[in-house]
């Protein structure tokens, strides 16, 4: 189980990375249009700069690509133990102790994630029946929306075994997932 948890979380972030790696290759093309755009009124420049153009609805694409890439890399996150945290305590407390805090805020954060996908999964059922678009692009919002819940879905996967499985490894340091 802890092979395909690793898996499922690199290929959710290596997605994640894919996307944002699209908006900021579109990112600079736009501005290089924008840019060319401009100068070309004011500057004799060569042809091709002149027929640069801004890509039309990047800022749509910005706002539903982020959703999506942020949503993947939750899963890695929370196997990694990632997430930003607050260790005032850690390292003076009796080991036992801090590993039982670890343990109560992986259940924290599977609860949390949870709520997330499920309040995700309303959301998605709202922009469905609503058949909501983007302004210019006109692309139907649901999509960024269905693809960030494939990634919600891995995340309450990935969460479920963190909480379930650091605990046993604990107990038992040969148990599958150790979480030292």
């Not at 990047?58 to 939750?74: C, N, R, T, W």
């Not at 879905?153 to 605990?167: K, T």
Request: contains cysteine.
């Amino acid at each position: 189980m802890s092979r395909f948890v690793d898996i499922l979380a690199r290929a959710a972030a290596l997605a994640g990375g894919v996307v944002l790696i699209a908006l900021v290759a579109m990112t600079c093309i736009s501005v290089l249009g924008r840019a060319g755009l401009t100068m070309s009124g004011m500057f004799d420049l060569p042809e091709f700069f002149s027929r640069l153009r801004p890509v039309r609805g990047d800022y749509e694409m910005i706002e539903l690509g982020s959703a999506v890439a942020i949503f993947a890399f939750l899963p890695w996150c929370q196997l990694a133990g990632a997430h930003a945290r607050v260790d005032l305590l850690e390292g003076r407390l009796p080991r036992w102790l801090d590993r039982g805090l670890v343990a109560f805020w992986d259940w924290v954060m599977l609860g949390v994630v949870m709520i997330i996908a499920w309040r995700h999964w309303v959301g998605l059922q709202g922009k469905i029946a609503s058949n909501e678009t983007t302004f210019l692009l006109q692309v139907p919002v649901w999509w960024a929306y269905a693809a960030a819940m494939v990634f919600a879905v891995i995340g309450v996967i990935v969460a479920s075994w963190v909480a379930i499985s650091h605990p046993r490894a604990w107990i038992n340091p040969r148990v599958e997932g150790s979480a030292e």
